[in-house]
């Protein structure tokens, strides 16, 4: 059974940080494209970053400079360091899986609520 299980999230001032933290069981951890996405009320969901094989990492660019996504293939974990947080980044954020070799294969966390106050 695959489960990506997401924390870390919480309600800090604008300015602060928050580390998010991803543990997926279940999948070839090592095999797969690891992402963040994240949901903000009465909004779609928007793609925020994604870090793939040799630790390429890609950011959507309202969050280049602040947020640094990385992974640890040995403890199955994939992260995402928010730091300068601003109001806007209030949203619920998910994690997300895709296998590099088979493309359907792709998972979703349950959530993490991160609330930014001004």
């Known amino acids: 059974q695959v489960q990506l299980v997401e924390s870390g999230g919480g309600l800090v001032q604008a300015g602060a940080s928050l580390r998010l933290s991803c543990a997926a069981s279940g999948i070839a951890f090592s095999s797969n494209d690891m992402g963040w996405y994240r949901q903000a009320p009465g909004k779609q969901r928007e793609y925020v970053a994604r870090i793939f094989s040799g630790d390429r990492t890609d950011y959507v660019d309202s969050v280049k400079g602040r947020f640094t996504i990385s992974r640890d293939n040995a403890k199955n974990t994939v992260d995402l360091q928010m730091n300068s947080l601003k109001p806007e980044d209030t949203a619920v954020y998910y994690c997300?899986?895709?296998?590099?070799?088979?493309?359907?294969?792709?998972?979703w966390g349950q959530g993490t609520q991160v609330t930014v106050s001004s």
């Open positions: 997300h899986s895709r296998n590099r070799y088979f493309s359907h294969l792709e998972y």
